[in-house]
């Protein structure tokens, strides 16, 4: 339990002096922006595929189980569709995805870093590394979730309409006329909560993993398992959270 | 010139430190030797403000670290470069924006200064022509000179090398020491290098001093180290049979 405790204390110190103030605002915004290019860019073709796929199979199964109740009109598929990517599988899905892919890569980064003493020639250069190594990476993680996210909603509903048109479930006006009705933008608003919070919560946790690592290898390995499992944990519990308070 | 005085560190039950105090001179090498485990390593990254010793006091050119701020303290530190054991050059950078990056950071000359400056550094390693190379594409030797290149890009006054030969085959670690030494006597850099290697010793060593469990067990220059007969530090020197046989047959 005091070791729970002292984790808890070592990340909420980490992500404090990491809020600390720049030495070089123009060096911070350079690793921002190289830390966007690695998160966004470098995750598109994941989310593009797995949110494409899933708005399809979403589509697929809701049509099996509509065509069974004859009262129900299969435009409203792209209603569901629609509301499905955007409050609950865009964000969780894209999420899970990325504590995978970028949290185990933050968390591996940061530790060889830490392993190879590359750290600590920053600290004898007198950079602030929590701040440097740390900071640009919550950034990029704050922003870039969101817009993945938003993506995956979009790809999400067009991969609705594909897997509809291509087993003859609706017209494409049908689709859309699902997809436009009764729209709620608090839904919208919802999902930019959530993508914020995963993003921060990806980005925090697997730095401080990697950037606590002791001993070698073997132990980077380690940091790199937990700091998935733990985003993944910290991302499912948020999202209920929010979900509850929200909804 | 820095002085330490009776430096305490421990880490947990196991004191590594039981009180070194020594004096490190301006223009020389001054070399840490002694066995693994020490002291040498806590001793140094004491000095440059990895660790925060127990008790004692650091000395740069009469700047007490205990009386220093925050903000003094990191002042300090743009005075330190060194060199890591592993090279600790940046993965993601080039060998170009490796020695630059202090310059980018910390300072606020423009592009056409800052490339002058790195390729000064580069060229006094003998690495000019690698700036587009990758750490990843260096060899061991190459290595240590982009380090001592990036450690000497800011001007420090105070140079700080451990264990500057691990890895390295006898020829290349000789290029290495004379260009610590070069470097140190050109720009007057007070140097502390830590060592195990007797040809650092007998090569660079302007000033010697042998940790042995903590505690500072001998200190003087390389010419004095090789007139010891027995203990602790004659036991370091010729650890081989084959050693003290060579020493037998040789007249010192």
């Avoid at chain 1, 993508?195 to 730095?207: D, E, K, P, Q």
């Avoid at chain 2, 060194?82 to 090279?87: E, H, K, P, R, S």
């Avoid at chain 2, 800052?114 to 580069?122: H, I």
């Avoid at chain 2, 030494?181 to 090569?203: A, K």
Wanted: proline content about 2%.
């Amino acid at each position: 339990m005091i070791k729970i405790f002292e984790a808890i204390g070592k990340f909420l110190l980490l992500m404090w002096n990491a809020a600390s103030k720049p030495e070089k605002a123009s060096m911070y915004w350079k690793e921002t922006f190289r830390q966007c290019h690695d998160i966004g860019i470098g995750s598109l073709a994941i989310i593009a595929i797995v949110a494409t796929f899933v708005g399809a199979v979403s589509a697929v199964q809701f049509a099996y189980q509509l065509r069974t109740i004859s009262l129900v009109p299969m435009w409203w598929i792209g209603s569901i569709v629609r509301k499905g990517m955007i409050l609950e599988l865009a964000p969780t899905i894209s999420a899970l995805l990325l504590a995978g892919k970028v949290g185990s890569n933050i968390s591996s980064e940061l530790g060889t870093m830490r392993i190879s003493e590359q750290i600590d020639a920053y600290e004898i250069m007198g950079v602030n590394t929590p701040a440097y190594l740390i900071g640009p990476k919550l950034l990029a993680g704050i922003i870039m979730v969101p817009m993945l996210v938003i993506i995956a909603v979009f790809l999400g509903i067009l991969g609705g309409w594909w897997a509809g048109i291509m087993g003859n479930y609706y017209t494409t006006t049908e689709y859309f006329r699902g997809v436009t009705d009764n729209f709620i933008a608090r839904d919208v608003n919802i999902m930019l909560v959530k993508s914020v919070l995963f993003g921060f919560l990806i980005s925090s946790i697997s730095c401080f993993k990697g950037f606590m690592v002791e001993g070698g290898a073997i132990e980077i390995g380690k940091a790199s398992t937990q700091a998935v499992v733990f985003s993944s944990i910290a991302i499912v519990i948020v999202n209920f959270v929010v979900a509850f308070l929200m909804l | 010139m820095i002085e330490i005085k009776n430096i305490k560190k421990r880490f947990g039950e196991q004191e590594v430190l039981k009180g070194i105090s020594a004096v490190f001179e301006d223009g020389k090498c001054n070399l840490v030797i002694g066995k693994s485990g020490s002291g040498k390593t806590v001793t140094i990254k004491c000095m440059v403000g990895l660790f925060e010793p127990d008790s004692g006091t650091i000395v740069y050119d009469g700047r007490d670290s205990t009386k220093m701020s925050f903000n003094e303290r990191k002042a300090i530190r743009r005075e330190i470069g060194m060199l890591f054991q592993g090279t600790a050059l940046f993965d993601s950078m080039t060998v170009e924006e490796n020695v630059r990056f202090p310059l980018d950071m910390f300072t606020n000359k423009n592009a056409e200064e800052k490339m002058d400056r790195v390729n000064f550094c580069l060229r006094r390693v003998n690495m000019e022509n690698t700036n587009k190379k990758y750490p990843g594409e260096l060899s061991g030797g190459m290595k240590k000179r982009v380090g001592i290149a990036r450690a000497i890009v800011m001007n420090p006054k105070y140079l700080f090398c451990d264990e500057p030969n691990s890895g390295l085959d006898p020829k290349t670690a000789l290029v290495i020491d004379h260009l610590i030494q070069e470097i140190t006597q050109e720009f007057n850099i007070t140097t502390i290098v830590n060592t195990h290697d007797m040809n650092s010793v007998m090569g660079i060593g302007d000033k010697v001093i042998f940790l042995h469990n903590g505690l500072k067990y001998w200190e003087g220059t390389n010419k004095e180290i090789l007139k010891i007969t027995e203990g602790e530090l004659f036991d370091f020197i010729f650890a081989s049979e084959f050693l003290k046989d060579l020493r037998a047959h040789a007249k010192y």
